[in-house]
């Protein structure tokens, strides 16, 4: 899994297997949660987000779960398909005073589907 | 179109050329966000706007860059007397406010080569 900050991890797997991505952050004030996807030469694109209130949340073939005790992200994608090989990022949003938040990104996780 | 649009998608200019790239957010989209991702790298942030004001520049890593944005709308970042380390990608983002539930929504950034 990732932590905000380290070397870009990778992960392999099967088509039709479910693949989890772990992301570690670092603050435990940050009340929100957003998981991307980036495929080569585009933009991240928002897959799923999760606020603080939360553990569990989920949508279309994936779901993140929030264990804030242990300041730990993951993400679960379900019957892992071939279009699902990017890279992805957790982030994380932080305040830092007033109506100001920044979110925070990961260096992100690559994920590889073998057909 | 309904997205984020940056402009050019692709840039390639000599050292100690001065460069503008120019960001168009999602309509009625209050916030906005520029991030500068290296190969293989996770999301630097640079700068943010609410409507046209800039409450932080903090990530702005030297002088010769700088940001503005008019009519809360169209944004464009300037890198002046540019150096081989900015060659990156440099992605903007925008969201409806900014705050918690917020998700940003990135374009597909500018490719900026410096020679």
């Known amino acids: 899994g990732e932590s905000v900050g380290l070397h870009l991890p990778t992960l392999s797997v099967q088509e039709g297997d479910n693949s989890i991505i772990n992301c570690a952050y670092s603050n435990s004030a940050s009340d929100y949660f957003i998981w991307y996807k980036q495929e080569s030469g585009k933009g991240p694109q928002f897959i799923i987000d999760i606020r603080s209130n939360m553990d569990k949340r989920q949508g279309q073939r994936v779901t993140v779960l929030l264990n804030k005790t242990v300041k730990h992200l993951s993400l679960q994608i379900a019957a892992t398909q071939p279009g699902d090989s990017a890279v992805y990022f957790c982030a994380e949003n932080i305040w830092w005073g007033g109506s100001n938040y920044k979110l925070t990104f990961g260096k992100g996780t690559l994920l590889t589907v073998n057909p | 179109g309904a997205g984020v649009s940056q402009s050019p998608s692709n840039k390639v200019t000599e050292k100690g050329k001065d460069v503008e790239l120019r960001c168009d957010p999602i309509?009625?989209?209050?916030?906005l966000y520029w991030y500068r991702q290296s190969l293989g790298q996770g999301l630097e942030f640079l700068i943010y706007f609410q409507g046209n004001s800039a409450p932080d520049k903090s990530g702005l890593p030297s002088d010769r860059f700088s940001a503005e944005r008019t009519g809360g709308s169209v944004s464009t970042l300037t890198i002046q007397r540019t150096q081989q380390e900015d060659s990156a990608v440099y992605l903007c983002?925008?969201?409806?406010?900014?705050?918690?539930?917020?998700?940003?929504?990135f374009g597909d950034g500018t490719r900026l080569s410096i020679l």
């Open positions: 309509s009625g989209h209050t916030a």
């Open positions: 983002a925008s969201s409806l406010v900014t705050g918690a539930g917020q998700p940003q929504h």
